[in-house]
């Protein structure tokens, strides 16, 4: 399955690995949890105790009006939903994707919230 792999501190990459479960765990190194934020054929799977597990802060989810509403803790992985199943990720949704995760991402709080600062 064709998957686009996000890790903290660096450029999403693109990775082949099995379909099942088990590889998505690995991948991420614990159990899955599964988060649709966007209206593409998508899902960000991450490690569900990824932030009480302290893992780094990856990427930051935002709103419509741009403001962070959830941050992802530790590597995630973007992959393609068909109707049952995850599935393969397309050609234009990595490279969309791709560019809308570039730039990893530091975190500080500022006056009672939390700025991300994009890292080129």
């Known amino acids: 399955m064709k998957i686009l792999v996000v890790e903290p501190n660096n450029n999403p990459y693109v990775k082949d690995i099995e379909k099942g479960y088990k590889s998505l765990q690995n991948e991420v190194s614990g159990y899955i949890e599964v988060v649709y934020p966007f209206e593409d054929q998508v899902a960000l799977i ?33 992959v393609g939903l068909s109707e049952d199943d995850f599935t393969d990720l397309s050609d234009e949704l990595i490279q969309k994707f791709k560019q809308h995760f570039k730039n990893p991402e530091q975190f500080i709080k500022m006056n009672g919230q939390i700025i991300s600062i994009p890292i080129e």
């Open 46 to 78: 991450c490690n569900e105790e990824g932030k009480l597990m302290s893992m780094p802060l990856n990427r930051a989810l935002y709103d419509e009006t741009g403001k962070i509403y959830d941050i992802i803790a530790g590597t995630f992985l973007v």
